[in-house]
T-cell receptor, first 113, second 112 residues
Framework: GAGVSQSPSNKVTEKGKDVELRCDPI?????LYWYRQSLGQGLEFLIY????????KSGLPSDRFSAERTGGSVSTLTIQRTQQEDSAVYLC???????????FGPGTRLTVT | QKEVEQNSGPLSVPEGAIASLNCTYS??????FFWYRQYSGKSPELIMS????GDKEDGRFTAQLNKASQYVSLLIRDSQPSDSATYLC????????????FGKGTLLTVNP
């Protein structure tokens, strides 16, 4: 079946602009995660959605970052007023409730110039 | 702060040899453990999961878990050049969100 999909695959933006990154999880996976992978920090958790529950936002690095999930499926991660330190690969993962395994999408490489 | 440490590498082995990758974790309450393979420029791919003490084998891969020592390892038998990648150890420390904490990864190179 189809895996996790993300768009765009690459995004170059100017410092100070807003960006939106999209994730479409595996069909039937109601748990959805955003992670960020950067050279200095490795792979770090950002936010978690599960069904209609309040999201776990504990990993968001600043209030410039926000995310939403519409209809329990597609999620959008928004970064406002981007900074150069936001440059990283943003990865989305999904999980089937009742299982522990997370499956990653191909990621969005964000470059802030 | 929950930490996951991996042997820093890089690790280089000849084709056909056994590659051994190691990982330790700080949270004794950790419940599930994963190995991801990440090729350069690609996203992490799940290759093994383990939940109980002991060994779990899947083809050429064996994961080993020792909760008392807070240690998890991955053995790759009959290593192939296509196994050359960064291997990430990930730990789920429980809680209702099952978020993963990752090690920094070990770069493995298998030489033909």
């Amino acid at each position: 079946g189809a895996g996790v999909s993300q768009s765009p695959s690459n995004k170059v933006t100017e410092k100070g602009k807003d960006v939106e990154l999209r994730c479409d999880p595996i069909s039937g996976h109601t748990a959805l995660y955003w992670y960020r992978q950067s050279l200095g920090q490795g792979l770090e958790f950002l936010i978690y959605f599960q069904g209609n529950s309040a999201p776990d936002k504990s990993g968001l690095p600043s209030d410039r970052f926000s995310a939403e999930r519409t209809g329990g499926s597609v999620s959008t991660l928004t970064i406002q007023r981007t900074q150069q330190e936001d440059s990283a690969v943003y990865l989305c993962a999904s999980r089937l409730v009742g299982a522990y395994e997370q499956y990653f999408g191909p990621g969005t490489r964000l470059t802030v110039t | 702060q929950k930490e996951v440490e991996q042997n820093s590498g890089p690790l280089s082995v000849p084709e056909g040899a056994i590659a051994s990758l190691n990982c330790t974790y700080s949270d004794r309450g950790s419940q599930s453990f994963f190995w991801y393979r990440q090729y350069s420029g690609k996203s992490p791919e799940l290759i093994m999961s383990i939940y109980s003490n002991g060994d779990k084998e899947d083809g050429r891969f064996t994961a080993q878990l020792n909760k008392a020592s807070q240690y998890v390892s991955l053995l790759i038998r009959d290593s192939q050049p296509s196994d050359s990648a960064t291997y990430l150890c990930a730990v789920n420390s429980g809680g209702s969100n099952y978020k993963l904490t990752f090690g920094k990864g070990t770069l493995l190179t298998v030489n033909p």
